[in-house]
């Protein structure tokens, strides 16, 4: 595709429960990002992959967040036990290293 | 890691100001980008600006990479400009963001 598609939307989620996200690169890129957004302001890198391996893992929580990019398949972030503090809106980008990246319209995980 | 410092925080203006951010950072990079962020929460590439200037319409950029800094230039602003501005670096890494500038445009 020509663009970065993340789904769901939106997502509400009872503390404890499992959130998982959906992020499609577009056609041609290498890589995947994943950032997490929580103050207005404020972006923190997760993780990136080139094509289906791990690239840089460095920004991600290690107990409960984990995160794939297979092949013929839509890349994912899990939170297993979601806390309030993952309330977040949680953007995607792909590109390719040290070239344009291309964000994704959001999804924004509600923990209730 | 590399340090982004966006300037100023806050800018409010009057519809059909002109107005310049700026963004410093900590180290050699090569990639920078600008980016909006609207009040839906959508961002928006502006400039992909590791060197030099480019222009896109109202908005130009420039960023001097021997002196570590960009320049984001908004002329005749109109309230659809508002919302936030965000630098972003990287040097072989993912991007790193700054902290952004705050604009409201008000008519």
């Known amino acids: 595709g020509e663009e970065v598609a993340q789904t769901p939307k939106h997502l509400v989620r009872g503390e404890g429960q499992k959130a998982k996200l959906y992020c499609a690169p577009i056609?041609?890129?290498?890589?995947v990002f994943w950032y997490q957004q929580v103050l207005k302001n404020e972006f923190k890198f997760l993780i990136s992959?080139?094509?289906?391996?791990?690239?840089?893992e460095t920004g991600m929580p290690k107990e409960r967040f984990s995160a794939k990019c297979l092949p013929n398949s839509p890349c994912s972030l899990e939170i297993q036990a979601t806390k309030l503090e993952d309330s977040a809106v949680y953007f995607c980008?792909?590109?390719?290293?040290?070239?344009?990246?291309?964000f994704g319209q959001g999804t924004r995980l509600t923990v209730v | 890691g590399i340090q982004v410092e966006q300037s100023p925080p806050d800018l409010i203006l009057q519809e059909g100001a002109n107005s310049t951010l700026r963004c410093n950072f900590s180290d050699s990079v090569n990639n920078l980008q600008w980016f909006h962020q609207n009040p839906w929460g959508q961002l928006i590439n502006l400039f992909y600006?590791?060197?030099g200037t480019k222009q896109n319409g109202r908005l130009s950029a420039t960023t001097v990479a021997t002196e570590r800094y960009s320049l984001l230039y908004i002329s005749s602003s109109q309230t659809t400009d508002s919302g936030v501005y965000f630098c972003?670096?990287?040097?072989?890494?993912?991007?790193?963001f700054g902290k952004g500038t705050t604009l409201s445009v008000s008519s």
């Open positions: 972003a670096v990287g040097a072989g890494t993912a991007l790193i």
């Open positions: 992959f080139q094509n289906e391996n791990v690239f840089d």
């Open positions: 980008a792909s590109g390719d290293m040290n070239t344009e990246a291309f």
């Open positions: 056609k041609g890129h290498s890589y």
């Open positions: 600006i590791p060197s």
